[in-house]
DNA sequence: ACCCGAATGTCAGCCTGATGACATAATCGA
DNA sequence: TCGATTATGTCATCAGGCTGACATTCGGGT
């Protein structure tokens, strides 16, 4: 259900090749990421040509934590710095929507995942804004070169295909887990997404803000969760000690 | 936010001319119709070889009201009927998860819409069982035909990436829309999406499962919307009397 | 014209989650 | 090491939605 948690240990494998110093051959390395994160290769493999293409247009981008990619409502072209696909390469980047207290946490991008994209493609401003939970690196597309990508590459075209469909069928399980349905199988269904190896990493607060309820209703399940010892609740962690359990509870 | 649903009145201009005897101008006319529902033209527009390649592989399937076009839970491969792309011509089709009382609306397909072509790209089941709501008239595309369409038409291609994109725009507005809103809120919102010339012609009980709600929580806010003006209730009928008011309401 | 199924309108009681507040504990930076 | 900040844990009160039930009204079919 979210295939791109499971992209980020091929990841580090790169990076910790990235200490040779020819950039340009870094360049081609994190397009070949890209292309490992963009879609599935089942029926359409990338060419070496589709990926120095990629590399061509790849800008990198460093983010302290708190600090905002794109911000809600800003249009494709207004803003070239943040206008444009986003794709994630460490950190988590939180979509908020709606201010101060009102807000709520659209979805949380982890290394891997890809955004902006739509927006561009529909000539539409941001409806949230993304802000880095931690120190983020991101790989930046212009809107030109992107659209230049899906022009010249059909392979790519057809990549970032099945790319948005993954993310609309995710958006749709969101939104069916989200009708009807007990706080404690929405609450066991977001930590079953949103866990990496095990551990979700994220304040009760925003995890609260993703289901849209508030802090001290989200406690009292999470308490009683960890009564009957099926996750773990620390400071800004949450450990799934009984996955099977929590997935019957989601259900 | 749906511009599908402006597309209905070019399709009825079309069927008013379908008369004619000619099966094969008909289904050229089809594809024609196919080709303005499906993404947005702007840096895409197909030549006449992409509308006839289109036209060769859509067949037309008319279905009673409640029939199923397609069940929860049915693998890509195993029901060559079902399985592929569906095009709404006419009528709706309700999306419907989960069984019985617990039964939510995920969407309600009018014509124009598109579905199918995720479970197909990502070969993936399909996670709600589509309902024909009055008669429905729908295209239908095989996986292999879709392949082919996809593969050898690079413009398809392109046009259909906006077609999702904008249905997961729609997707992750609908999620802002559900998380920590008020029900007067989530109910003016999901009234305005789902509203055809001023009317929602849905009985509250299935707008109630739209929003995941029981039915005369549903009804109170609606009595109440109607004394204030905004609405007018009817048997299986909502009138929108005052749609700024609505809109305001829904913020 | 009549009947039947389906949709609407309404209610009282219960239960869940919201609110706002407070105390405690952990983390981070100076 | 020591505040300052942020996070967690918990509570009493209250509003809002659920539940199940019932009466009423509408529409279509015979």
Redesign the pocket.
């Known amino acids: 259900m979210a295939p791109s948690r499971f992209l980020t240990l091929p990841w580090q494998q790169v990076t910790a090749e990235t200490a040779g110093p020819d950039a340009e051959m870094a360049a081609l390395r994190q397009a070949a990421w890209v292309a490992r994160c963009v879609g599935r290769g089942a029926s359409a493999p990338l060419s070496a040509t589709d990926v120095s293409a990629i590399a061509t247009y790849l800008t990198t981008r460093q983010f302290e934590p708190g600090q905002k990619l794109f911000a809600d409502g800003m249009a494709p072209g207004a803003e070239p710095e943040s206008a444009g696909v986003w794709i994630i390469r460490s950190g988590r980047v939180e979509l908020i929507a709606g201010a101060g207290e009102r807000r709520s946490v659209v979805h949380v991008l982890h290394p891997g995942d890809v955004d902006g994209d739509v927006q561009l493609l529909l000539d539409m401003p941001f409806p949230y804004t993304g802000r880095a939970l931690e120190e983020v690196t991101a790989l930046h597309l212009e809107a030109d070169g992107f659209e230049r990508l899906l022009g010249h590459h059909p392979a790519i075209a057809r990549r970032w295909l099945s790319s948005i469909a993954e993310r609309l069928a995710m958006s749709q399980n969101r939104i069916i887990g989200l009708l009807g349905r007990?706080?404690t199988a929405q609450i066991s269904q977001v930590l079953l997404d949103e866990a990496v190896q095990g551990e979700v990493l994220l304040?009760?607060?925003t995890v609260a803000a993703m289901i849209?309820?508030?802090?001290?209703?989200l406690?009292?399940v999470?308490?009683d969760l960890e009564r009957r010892g099926v996750i773990g609740?620390g400071?800004?962690v949450i450990t799934l000690r009984d996955a099977e359990a929590l997935a019957e509870l989601a259900r």
């Open positions: 007990s706080l304040p009760q607060r849209g309820v508030q802090r001290p209703s406690n009292k999470l308490k609740v400071y800004g």
